[in-house]
């Protein structure tokens, strides 16, 4: 049970590991959706992927139905493996597998709970991250976990550059979950309630850049919203996307309002809260991710302009 590309990565490796300890049987999946200009409805990624192996597969639009229930249960399961598929499982479909309901998550849990832990673990400046096998509770990631495995977290990693990681990581670790569920030597930790954090879903809105913010926090926004949404603000009223971003000073004085490009050359620098940030890529509006520099270049803007107004 899956959507999103991460789930689709885990789905390839299952079946290519298929026919030893285990075989799949069904696929659940989201419905299919309208995309492109001509709106046209295209398969998730999981749904695509299950349809070139030609897995049977189900896309309830509502899965609180007895219908989808008489349906999923026909596949007689085992085991159910949930991997993102974007919605809270209601008890009568966990009890449909045999075994367990396991979920692939991507945080070391209680750490980062809900529906956005690898933007949380960046925008929390964690050093690592990972990946959780866990049984799935009708309370949001708060089952016994099975297995966990952890990654460093680099400097320059991205929401998308994490996301890859933890896809190749979450198949290792399911597939070796599985082959304990195999041999009946599965083992249940319970989670530490006491240490446990949340993340939402992101919104649009949350990529917007306060600039009173640290210097830090923003550089960390630059990659957690990496692809989407893209950490953005304004320059004299238009858009502006930033892409990438370093530290230049962590802590300095504050002389300037913050969103002040208080330099230009050889990047520009802004004034944030605390600390100044050097902006390396943006991009405006319709065009091409391009350099800082060469941006405000083409604008012909100054040292002493302000961004966010």
Same mark, same amino acid.
């Given at each position: 049970?899956?959507?999103?590309?991460?789930?689709?990565?885990?789905?390839?490796?299952?079946?290519?590991?298929?026919?030893?300890?285990?075989?799949?049987?069904?696929?659940?999946?989201?419905?299919?959706?309208?995309?492109?200009?001509?709106?046209?409805?295209?398969?998730?990624?999981?749904?695509?992927?299950?349809?070139?192996?030609?897995?049977?597969?189900?896309?309830?639009?509502?899965?609180?139905?007895?219908?989808?229930?008489?349906?999923?249960?026909?596949?007689?399961?085992?085991?159910?493996?949930?991997?993102?598929?974007?919605?809270?499982?209601?008890?009568?479909?966990?009890?449909?597998?045999?075994?367990?309901?396991?979920?692939?998550?991507?945080?070391?849990?209680?750490?980062?709970?809900?529906? &956005?832990?690898?933007?949380?673990?960046?925008?929390?400046?964690? &050093?690592?991250?990972?990946?959780?096998?866990?049984?799935?509770?009708?309370?949001?990631?708060?089952?016994?976990?099975?297995?966990?495995?952890?990654?460093?977290?680099?400097?320059?990693?991205?929401?998308?550059?994490?996301?890859?990681?933890?896809?190749?990581?979450?198949?290792? &670790?399911?597939?070796?979950?599985?082959?304990?569920?195999?041999?009946?030597?599965?083992?249940?930790?319970?989670?530490?309630?006491?240490?446990?954090?949340?993340?939402?879903?992101?919104?649009?809105?949350?990529?917007?850049?306060?600039?009173?913010?640290?210097?830090?926090?923003?550089?960390?926004?630059?990659?957690?919203?990496?692809?989407?949404?893209?950490?953005?603000?304004?320059?004299?009223?238009?858009?502006?996307?930033?892409?990438?971003?370093?530290?230049?000073?962590?802590?300095?004085?504050?002389?300037?309002?913050?969103?002040?490009?208080?330099?230009?050359?050889?990047?520009?620098?802004?004034?944030?809260?605390?600390?100044?940030?050097?902006?390396?890529?943006?991009?405006?509006?319709?065009?091409?991710?391009?350099?800082?520099?060469?941006?405000?270049?083409?604008?012909?803007?100054?040292?002493?302009?302000?961004?966010?107004?």
């Amino acid at each position: 049970m899956g959507t999103p590309a991460l789930a689709a990565h885990i789905l390839e490796r299952l079946v290519a590991a298929s026919g030893a300890n285990f075989r799949m049987v069904g696929v659940v999946t989201r419905p299919d959706q309208p995309r492109g200009r001509g709106l046209g409805t295209e398969p998730s990624a999981v749904g695509a992927l299950a349809a070139k192996y030609q897995i049977p597969t189900l896309k309830p639009v509502r899965i609180r139905t007895p219908e989808f229930l008489s349906e999923l249960k026909a596949f007689a399961p085992d085991l159910l493996v949930v991997a993102a598929y974007g919605r809270i499982l209601p008890a009568s479909i966990l009890d449909a597998a045999r075994i367990a309901p396991m979920n692939v998550h991507a945080s070391l849990l209680p750490r980062h709970r809900g529906a &956005a832990p690898i933007e949380g673990a960046i925008l929390a400046g964690d &050093a690592e991250t990972g990946i959780t096998i866990m049984r799935i509770v009708e309370r949001m990631d708060a089952g016994p976990m099975y297995l966990q495995r952890s990654i460093s977290i680099e400097s320059s990693d991205t929401q998308g550059t994490l996301k890859e990681k933890l896809a190749a990581l979450g198949a290792d &670790a399911m597939l070796e979950a599985i082959d304990l569920a195999a041999r009946g030597a599965l083992v249940e930790t319970t989670q530490d309630e006491t240490i446990a954090t949340y993340t939402a879903p992101v919104e649009k809105k949350d990529a917007v850049i306060d600039w009173t913010a640290s210097a830090v926090q923003i550089e960390r926004m630059s990659r957690a919203y990496d692809p989407w949404p893209v950490a953005r603000t304004r320059l004299g009223g238009d858009e502006v996307l930033i892409w990438r971003a370093a530290v230049a000073v962590e802590d300095a004085f504050i002389n300037e309002p913050p969103g002040t490009i208080v330099s230009v050359k050889p990047s520009p620098v802004v004034q944030c809260g605390t600390g100044r940030l050097t902006l390396l890529e943006v991009q405006a509006a319709g065009r091409k991710r391009i350099s800082a520099a060469d941006f405000l270049r083409g604008k012909r803007v100054e040292a002493g302009a302000r961004f966010g107004t």
